[in-house]
């Protein structure tokens, strides 16, 4: 990934930080977004004393203006391009269908939906215009099957699948890929409160364990590299085989 640059949302922790790491050891010039400074710095100076190159872009990507500035932030950073996003911003909060109040709903969907949604449109047609491009979206397994207290969550990302069909459509005859992984449970800063839940949850699948970040960010950058040239459209599970059960 010599040359490219790698626009990453969600960069600050977790599965987005791996990626992050994972692109620039692969030696793409990362734009690491999100809406904490202060870790999200970290994530950067971390890649550079590996010898990677990378920038901290600050944004919140709950209002669309936000994301179009985002967008346009990027391809300045990026010397006027952006050759892979990574749309790993997201927000899963759980619990019963009744309880959830529309300023949450409203939230969950214009972070897990809309922000890529937008990033896409600003990003994609340059990429097209280019001849070549990459986009991997994060989704997760919740969206393949049904789950107690993860109807808001699963189904913003069931439509994020949808769009990464609907996006390779339409951008792969240009020259762009649009794939999306699907992780299973992830030993991140963010399900760190669910405990033994976590466990529980990942014991279901034939792998027995969560994963860490790391194997997500794996996937991501085979699916964001030439290793993936003739991948498009697809929604890879990456979730211990939980999905296949």
């Known amino acids: 990934m010599t040359g490219k640059v790698a626009l990453v949302t969600g960069a600050t922790s977790g599965i987005g930080a791996a990626a992050a790491e994972t692109l620039a050891e692969c030696g793409a010039h990362v734009?690491?977004?999100?809406r904490d400074e202060g870790r999200g710095r970290a994530v950067v100076e971390a890649i550079r004393r590996s010898g990677g190159t990378a920038d901290f872009v600050a944004v919140d990507l709950l209002a669309a203006d936000s994301v179009r500035r985002l967008a346009r932030q990027a391809v300045e950073l990026g010397?006027?391009?952006?050759?892979?996003?990574?749309?790993s911003a997201g927000i899963y909060p759980f619990g019963p269908t009744e309880q959830t109040p529309p300023s949450e709903f409203d939230a969950v969907y214009a972070l897990n939906v809309k922000?890529?949604?937008?990033l896409v449109a600003e990003l994609a047609p340059a990429m097209a215009e280019r001849g070549g491009g990459a986009i991997v979206n994060v989704s997760t397994m919740a969206a393949a099957f049904g789950v107690p207290g993860m109807a808001l969550?699963?189904?913003s990302k069931a439509a994020v699948?949808?769009?990464t069909k609907a996006w390779a459509a339409e951008y792969g005859p240009r020259g762009v890929r649009v794939n999306a992984v699907q992780p299973g449970p992830t030993q991140t800063e963010g399900t760190a409160g669910m405990g033994k839940d976590l466990d529980t949850l990942a014991s279901q699948a034939p792998a027995g364990r969560p994963a860490t970040p790391r194997e997500i960010a794996e996937a991501i950058a085979y699916l964001a590299g030439d290793a993936a040239s003739f991948v498009h459209g697809v929604v890879l599970p990456v979730d211990g085989g939980r999905t296949a059960v």
């Open 31 to 34: 734009l690491v977004a999100g």
């Open 79 to 87: 010397g006027g391009r952006v050759d892979i996003l990574v749309n």
């Open 115 to 118: 922000a890529p949604f937008y």
């Open 153 to 155: 969550y699963g189904s």
């Open 161 to 163: 699948n949808l769009l």
